[in-house]
């Protein structure tokens, strides 16, 4: 129910977005080689990240590491950075997918958890 609730707002939302016109002006900021597309996820369902991920790709946008963005190793072109907060609770879920989609993601890890031992690979728990 959670998930729908929030698909169902989202979906809204974007639609608001495609409608005003905003999308596709904001697609095109990302024509400007110095900018990259920061995308935030914090627990979508596998679903709605691949669904996600797909559109980037197909609007031309290359996923970027964060060793990319720091070394300033950028290829050209439109650009993108996955990352999650809490990302680990849910990221041998997402694995298969970003490997097949072959996206590179930023873990962001909550120190609290980590002094829990609640940190995935090390603890059976994800």
Do not use: C
């Not at 369902?45 to 797909?54: K, S, V, Y």
């Not at 559109?55 to 999650?84: C, E, M």
């Amino acid at each position: 129910m959670k998930y729908r609730l929030r698909e169902l707002v989202g979906f809204l939302l974007a639609w608001g977005y495609i409608l005003s016109g905003k999308r596709r002006r904001m697609l095109k900021v990302y024509d400007d080689e110095s900018k990259v597309l920061s995308i935030v996820g914090h627990d979508p369902t596998p679903e709605m990240l691949e669904r996600i991920l797909r559109w980037i790709i197909d609007r031309g946008f290359t996923f970027v590491s964060t060793d990319q963005l720091l070394n300033k190793d950028l290829p050209q072109g439109r650009k993108a950075w996955l990352t999650f907060d809490d990302g680990w609770k849910s990221f041998k879920t997402f694995l298969p997918i970003l490997e097949r989609l072959n996206v590179p993601v930023t873990l962001f890890i909550a120190p609290n958890e980590t002094r829990r031992g609640q940190v995935w690979p090390n603890s059976d728990s994800p």
